[in-house]
């Protein structure tokens, strides 16, 4: 028995730079900030949820399981099951995937669905030798110990590892998630010039959506306990042009190489959480449904191209489901780097790759900018990785029913090799 | 918020040892030689001591004496807590029967207990107060559940403590820190009490028997360590007249000796254990005597009345508050921090972020813990859209004071209030009949009338309009229960009763101003008669542009003349300097709130009356016309809201100690002199 899913409401907090110290929210506070006022304005008692999902990467140490925390500081209740899915960039649309599968075969009728990250608080960590010196200290019994084991004391213990560094570095290839997007760049042509004139599009795009209030419904405002208000993405630059794009230097290859912090996501922190229900869910509360989740698809391939993700999952998805890529009326193609992006998008309008990769007869297409990120991208928000894939969704649906869209995919490459993809039809 | 499961078993199993039989008022139980005495007051979910439980333990101690086990422990049967002290219902049968004797007889017993040959320890959790407290220091030793509290709040009451505290915390702990827990009758909660060195030990409830256990093994060879501490300490005469002036700033003598004789017992007393226990119970026997004390007893009882009033259970989960300028914030932020679910609505965001930074002052006060505040925080939801009035139990509107503004609120409050959801006002100024009419549901609407700070002020006034139901009135005054404040209930009137009060006392002010007297010689006038602020120093608290909106809105409501309005307060509020919140109004703030103690030699000799009398005339004739349900609520709201002396007992008792006919003859002398706004009231008579 499959039955049909919606999406019925979703709703994220204003993605927020990391500016170099731990920002004002933890990933719990993210998923309580914009949690609250989504449950508020659903008419149902939110303990009507059969079960919290949260995607989370950098979960911090006073949070494990941060799904679970969220769901209990929003007063879903001690009964309320919850788990957090980490698969990388993913996890914040794994956590939709996996409602809609559980709801889809008949086991949850309502589930909230999100995804936290706070990559300013990622950990500073102490090297190994450190850790091991640390605990030799600890274990040293008398002062003769202790003294003996202090001398093996080494300035360089102090210098803590940035963990964030660690995250955004492949472990197979010890590639940098930027240098990745350099491989791509250099295997499909994409030159700076291309790479930054994306960049600022995705800017003056995000700029012009929240001029235009069309972010309205979906950021809620976050309050701090200081009493500070964020009430919008605060990494947009609505100046943004191609002078400034072309001053910053490569942030991963230099001096050749193309990708820099312009045209790249930005380091940030926020949350997202999106309702996701049955047939029998939306008529017992009275819902009115945003979308309807039609299929969803994950892929994988070398992580040193991990960029492509998106090529290789979304088009078995449209496949599938017996569309061509111009069948698709919207696409949300989460702005990892913009070198990445125009690599997807080259990569698709190439005969031979989509020949023998992708198993088509030619060239899957051209998806033209009017149908892609038409709100502006992680290189204009940023991309606070648990997060983005929820982010991308909920947008989705949201710009499917302004534009009237039929259908929409909402994809994203995820570091380490994965790619994952979302396909809504509007109701 | 817990679960069915946890509910089930419940939150937390108090470790009884072998006192499992119901018995009252106290169980006893025998185990390995181990005695249990486990008070448990019957009828009460509370346990407070009086002659039955200290007579109950005379006889316990009776058969211990006999056959001295290997430890005594004692502690108490109720989750709520050890004991809150004394009966106070008792205090004036004691008064009136001789307390001498019946003092002895407790100081007896409890020398008794102190005096038993084998261990003894109290083990307390929540509060040990006053009577309680004094049990729990004549054991030898105390062992703490996280949670517990431990104070001697007897001054509040116009007293000391009289079971032995006086001579036995100076005795077990720093003996300036002891003066200083009963003359400020503070509380130390339990890691300040471990600090303090009252409790032994912290111990979790799960581990109290094995605690105890361990801690009787050890006293097998214990040394006399504590006990013998010296009672000496030098230098009593200087520290007792540093304890005189720093208690004379916050209770004068005049108004409440019972601090200076606790600082004279000890000063004079304080090496010798038996003279401070034989002065204890001669200074306690005249203490509660005075009118002070009485007064201060009476005011226990009238907040007990107000608490306790005829209400329901409170059925308030969700409140929605509207509008976040100053005492919308407040009202939500005190609520969030007393456990409700309240989202706050505001056009503006940045009126909304204060109210969380408010709110999370509010909790730091309140001395939460790092996760109470945040789960506080989690629960004031600042909500710019107004999702929250569609979930509310109560929507609280704390718009701006304009007819027309308030009405606007209603009709959009209308289309998504949830059916049996109460509409309530915090309007000071405006009549509930010009609102009612956009109230979505008349009978679910009323006036909540908050004092600021909210977090300070404990009394509401809830308002009923002619077509309030009752309902409504109970489920509001039990709501403000529920967040800890206590509610009065009025009828809508100019002012409801409060502010109608206060209002003549504070335009007074201003015509005693305009005649020339300088605003600290009125503010000194009203200190002095034991106002916690002057009338001038409160207006400016108020705010000025308030003050005169009330005062414009009542002369033109009420029957009564009110005295003119004085043209330096229009002046002032033109220039926008509003008082407090500017940083100056008739006074300069920024030095922090301004207590003048001028001379009092030249001021005129009717000028305390001038200013306090109209404010009991103003409650007469609330009480006439039925505007409040009687002389004690009308005490009570006095005292709580506007902070008239408590040690007067209120304005209604203070009237009537004075004497109605010499007030009402001094008002007709004053109108005589000053005008018919000292007319009075015809009430007077009915007092």
């Known amino acids: ?427 | 918020m817990i679960g069915p499961v946890l509910r089930h078993m419940g939150e937390t199993k108090l470790e009884l040892g072998p006192a499992t039989q119901a018995a009252h008022p106290w169980r006893r139980g025998e185990d390995n030689g181990v005695v249990w005495l486990v008070l448990d007051c019957e009828g009460s979910s509370v346990n407070t001591i009086a002659r039955a439980e200290i007579e109950g333990l005379a006889t316990e101690l009776d058969r211990l004496e006999q056959q001295p086990p290997k430890g005594v422990v004692i502690r108490s049967a109720k989750p709520a807590g050890f004991a809150v002290g004394a009966d106070i219902k008792q205090f004036d049968d004691m008064a009136r029967d001789g307390a001498t004797d019946m003092l002895r007889q407790g100081h007896a017993v409890l020398d008794r207990l102190e005096a038993l040959p084998c261990p003894t320890i109290a083990v307390v959790h929540g509060p040990a107060i006053g009577a309680g407290l004094e049990i729990a220091l004549a054991c030898e030793r105390r062992i703490a559940v996280p949670g517990a509290s431990f104070g001697a709040p007897e001054v509040k009451l116009g007293l000391h403590p009289g079971l032995g505290a006086t001579f036995r915390l100076p005795a077990l702990i720093d003996p300036l820190e002891a003066m200083t827990l009963m003359l400020t009758g503070k509380t130390a909660h339990t890691k300040k009490a471990k600090s303090l060195g009252i409790v032994d030990e912290i111990v979790r409830e799960r581990h109290i028997a094995a605690a105890v256990h361990a801690m009787l093994e050890h006293e097998a060879d214990r040394s006399l360590g504590v006990k013998a501490r010296a009672l000496k300490y030098g230098g009593r005469s200087l520290a007792a007249r540093q304890m005189r002036n720093e208690t004379e700033k916050q209770a004068p003598k005049e108004h409440y000796p019972a601090p200076y004789r606790l600082i004279d017992n000890w000063e004079q007393h304080g090496d010798d254990r038996d003279a401070m226990q034989q002065a204890e119970i001669d200074s306690f026997t005249e203490l509660l005597d005075t009118d002070t004390s009485k007064n201060l007893r009476r005011v226990f009882f009238l907040r007990q009345r107000l608490k306790d009033g005829p209400r329901g259970a409170d059925d308030i989960a969700h409140v929605h508050v509207i509008g976040a300028g100053a005492m919308g914030a407040e009202i939500a932020a005190w609520a969030a921090v007393k456990g409700k679910r309240v989202t706050l609505g505001d056009v503006d965001t940045a009126p909304l972020g204060q109210a969380v930074a408010q709110t999370r002052k509010i909790a730091e006060g309140a001395h939460l813990s790092d996760i109470e505040i945040r789960d506080a925080l989690d629960r004031m939801v600042p909500d710019p859209r107004g999702y929250g009035v569609a979930h509310a139990d109560l929507v609280i509107e704390a718009g701006p004071e304009k007819v027309e503004t308030k009405r606007k609120i209603y009709d959009s409050v209308a289309a998504q209030i949830k059916p049996g959801a109460i509409l309530a006002s915090n309007t000071s100024s405006l009549s509930l009949d010009d609102l009612k009419t956009a109230a979505p549901d008349i009978k679910r609407f009323a006036g909540l009338h908050f004092f600021n700070p909210v977090s300070k002020m404990q009394l509401v006034e809830v308002v009923r309009h002619n077509g309030t139901d009752k309902e409504t009135i109970t489920r509001l005054a039990a709501f403000c229960g529920g967040i800890d404040r206590l509610p009065v209930q009025v009828r809508d009137y100019p002012g409801f009763l409060v502010n109608r009060a206060l209002t003549p006392y504070l335009l007074e002010a201003m015509v005693l101003m305009d005649e020339g007297i300088a605003k600290e010689v009125i503010d000194t006038a009203a200190i002095r008669f034991g106002m916690p602020m002057g009338p001038v120093a409160l207006a400016d608290q108020v705010g000025l542009d308030i003050g005169l909106h009330v005062g414009d809105s009542l002369k033109a409501a009420l029957d009564k003349p009110l005295a003119k309005i004085s043209d330096d307060l229009r002046k002032k509020v033109d220039k926008g300097e509003l008082g407090k919140k500017t940083g100056r109004g008739f006074y300069d703030w920024s030095q922090g709130t301004p207590r003048p103690d001028a001379s009092l030699d030249d001021a005129p000799d009717d000028l305390t009356d001038r200013l306090i009398l109209p404010m009991l005339d103003a409650c007469i004739e609330c009480l006439r016309k039925d505007i409040v349900g009687s002389a004690d609520e009308v005490d009570g709201a006095m005292i709580f809201a506007t902070g008239f002396p408590p040690f007067r007992g209120g304005p209604m008792h203070y009237a009537r100690q004075r004497g109605t006919e010499d007030i009402t003859a001094r008002l007709k002398n004053l109108a005589d002199r000053h005008g018919p706004r000292f007319a009075p009231d015809r009430g007077w008579s009915n007092i």
């Open chain 1, 1 to 427: 028995m499959t039955r049909p899913v919606y999406l019925v409401d979703g709703a994220r907090t204003p993605f927020l730079k990391a500016e170099g110290k731990p920002g004002p929210f933890t990933p719990v506070d993210l998923a309580v900030q914009c949690g609250r006022p989504l449950l508020l304005r659903q008419m149902f008692d939110p303990r009507a949820l059969d079960l919290v999902i949260l995607g989370c990467v950098n979960v911090i140490a006073d949070e494990m399981n941060p799904a679970r925390v969220a769901a209990l500081r929003l007063g879903l209740g001690a009964e309320m099951v919850a788990f957090t899915m980490q698969i990388n960039c993913g996890s914040g649309m794994q956590s939709i995937d996996t409602a809609y599968r559980y709801i889809r075969d008949g086991s949850h009728d309502m589930i909230l669905a999100g995804g936290a990250e706070a990559l300013s608080h990622a950990p500073l960590t102490l090297r190994q030798d450190a850790v091991e010196w640390f605990g030799g200290m600890a274990q040293a019994k008398g002062p003769v110990a202790q003294a003996k084991a202090l001398t093996g004391l080494r300035p360089d213990f102090f210098k803590p590892v940035i963990g964030l560094e660690r995250g955004l570095t492949d472990p197979i290839t010890t590639l940098n998630m930027g240098q990745t997007a350099e491989v791509l760049a250099h295997h499909f042509d994409i030159d700076r010039k291309t790479a930054d004139a994306y960049a600022m599009e995705s800017h003056l795009r995000l700029a012009k959506a929240q001029e235009e209030g069309w972010l309205t419904d979906e950021v809620m405002p976050a309050f701090d306990n200081d009493g500070t208000v964020y009430d919008h993405d605060n990494g947009v630059r609505p100046d943004s042009n191609m002078e400034g794009l072309a001053k910053p230097k490569p942030a991963f290859e230099r001096p050749h190489g193309k990708v820099t912090a312009g045209n790249s996501s930005q380091i940030t922190d926020g949350a997202s959480w999106v309702i996701v229900a049955s047939e029998d869910a939306v008529e017992k509360h009275g819902l009115t449904p945003l979308a309807r989740i039609v299929d969803s698809e994950w892929a994988a391939l070398d992580p040193k191209i991990m960029g492509l993700g998106p090529v290789l999952a979304s088009t078995p998805l449209a496949r599938r489901n017996g569309m061509d890529l111009d069948d698709v009326g919207l696409w949300e193609l989460n702005e990892a780097f913009a070198a990445q992006v125009l690599a997807c998008l080259a990569a698709w309008q190439h005969d031979e790759f989509c020949r023998e990769v992708l198993g088509l007869d030619g060239a899957f297409g051209r998806i033209d900018r009017d149908r892609l990120n038409v709100d502006g991208g992680a290189i204009s928000l940023g991309h606070p990785v648990g997060t983005s894939g929820n982010r991308i969704v909920l947008h989705l649906a949201n710009a499917m029913r302004r534009l009237d869209r039929k259908t929409g995919i909402a994809t994203e490459c995820i570091g380490g090799g994965l790619g994952g993809a979302m396909m809504l039809e509007a109701v």
